[in-house]
């Protein structure tokens, strides 16, 4: 079992849709959660990130994370053509020691106009 | 210019031959890292650095090598490439803030035939 799972889609949705987006993990010393996003030929950019449970909001954009059940996502609201990228989970038990971040496969989104 | 910049963005290369990567910052960031991403995979920690002095293997350093020739310079080699490190090559920095967010380049897309 991979330390972090993440259905790799691809998803595709209509302009102006919800989009949930989930990943699954094994390990329950993480503590710090991120969601980075990556367009196509470019590097992944921090998106959000999240300390321990709950929710955090920022613009369209809400992460929840449930260490209960091991379970974090993204939500994307009145989603845009300009959010169609990859989405890479990513978290770690400290949060500077970036050598232990484990990141997801990622999910391939794409908002159709 | 970008803050993190990779040569070459692509290469294309035979097996057996020595291969380098380099990467330059301009962030003034102590930290710097070499990721491997791969379909299905996400992103897996090669070799990182947190100062000139220092250098750490990674979960798949096998086959690999890394120079840190300055603060701002850290190059990966692969001594003798093989058609299995066919992948998309991250460098990427980070500082102490809060988030330990990773700065990435935009990527070394490397073929071995």
């Known amino acids: 079992q991979k330390e972090v799972e993440q259905d790799p889609g691809p998803l595709s949705v209509p302009e102006g849709a919800i989009v949930s987006l989930n990943c699954t993990y094994s390990?329950?010393?993480?503590?710090?959660f991120m969601w980075y996003r990556q367009y196509s030929r470019k590097g992944p950019e921090l998106l959000m990130y999240?300390?321990?449970?709950g929710n955090k909001e920022d613009g369209r954009f809400t992460a929840q994370v449930d260490k209960s059940s091991k379970y974090i996502s993204l939500f994307i609201r009145d989603s845009q053509p300009s959010d169609s990228a990859t989405y890479l989970c990513?978290?770690?038990?400290?949060?500077?020691?970036?050598?232990?971040?484990?990141f997801g496969p990622g999910t391939s989104l794409s908002v159709i106009p | 210019d970008a803050d993190v910049t990779q040569t070459p963005r692509n290469r294309i290369t035979k097996t057996g031959k020595r291969i380098m990567l380099e990467c330059s910052q301009t962030?003034?960031?102590?930290?710097m890292y070499w990721y491997r991403q791969d379909p299905g995979l996400g992103l897996r920690l090669i070799y990182y650095?947190?100062?000139?002095?220092?250098?750490n293997k990674g979960e798949i350093s096998d086959g690999y090598s890394v120079s840190r020739q300055a603060q701002a310079k850290f190059s990966l080699s692969l001594e003798s490439a093989i058609p299995n490190q066919t992948a998309l090559y991250f460098c990427?920095?980070?500082?102490?803030?809060?988030?330990?967010?990773?700065?990435f380049g935009e990527g070394s897309r490397l073929t071995v035939l």
């Open positions: 650095s947190f100062d000139v002095k220092d250098i």
């Open positions: 990513a978290m770690s038990a400290k949060k500077t020691s970036y050598d232990k971040v484990i």
């Open positions: 962030k003034g960031h102590d930290r």
């Open positions: 990427a920095t980070t500082g102490t803030e809060n988030t330990g967010e990773l700065f």
């Open positions: 390990n329950s010393a993480f503590q710090y």
């Open positions: 999240t300390y321990s449970s």
